[in-house]
C-alpha cells in the first residue's frame, strides 16, 4: 500500500503562483512514476505533469512554461510549482503514484482544492 497525503492548495489571484506538495509514504519502489491530475467541476480528470523515478518529466500542453513538477527522493515528496496561474486552472489537483511495471499498484491521493479566482 502506498499513501499519498497532498498539502499546499487554496485560493489564489490570477497570475499568481503557488506549490503544490504530495508526501508518499509505504511501499515505495521503482521504477515509478508520481503525478499531478486535475478535475474541475463537470469534467473529467486530466493528466497535469508526471515524473518518473528516474527524473524524466512529462507535462500537458497547457501548463508547459508556467508549471514544473520536481521531486526530493529523500522524503518521497513530489512539488508541482504553479506560476502564471489562471482562472481556467482552478480544479482539485490529484497526487498519484503507480509502479510502472506493477500497474496495479496505482494510488491517489485525496485532492487538494487549487481556485484561482480575483
Known amino acids: 500500500q502506498v499513501q499519498l497525503v497532498e498539502s499546499g492548495g487554496g485560493l489564489v489571484q490570477p497570475g499568481g503562483s503557488m506549490r503544490l506538495s504530495c508526501a508518499a509514504t509505504?511501499?515505495?519502489?521503482?521504477?515509478?512514476?508520481m503525478g499531478w491530475y486535475r478535475q474541475a467541476p463537470g469534467k473529467q480528470r486530466e493528466l497535469v505533469a508526471t515524473?518518473?523515478?528516474?527524473?524524466?518529466?512529462n507535462y500537458a500542453d497547457f501548463v508547459k512554461g508556467r508549471f514544473t513538477i520536481s521531486r526530493d527522493n529523500a522524503k518521497n515528496t513530489v512539488f508541482l510549482q504553479m506560476n502564471s496561474l489562471k482562472p481556467e486552472d482552478t480544479a482539485v489537483y490529484y497526487c498519484n503514484y503507480v509502479h510502472r511495471l506493477l500497474v496495479h499498484l496505482d494510488y491517489w491521493g485525496q485532492g487538494t482544492q487549487v481556485t484561482v479566482s480575483a
Open positions: 515524473i518518473t523515478s528516474g527524473g524524466v518529466t
Open positions: 509505504g511501499r515505495i519502489f521503482s521504477p515509478y512514476t
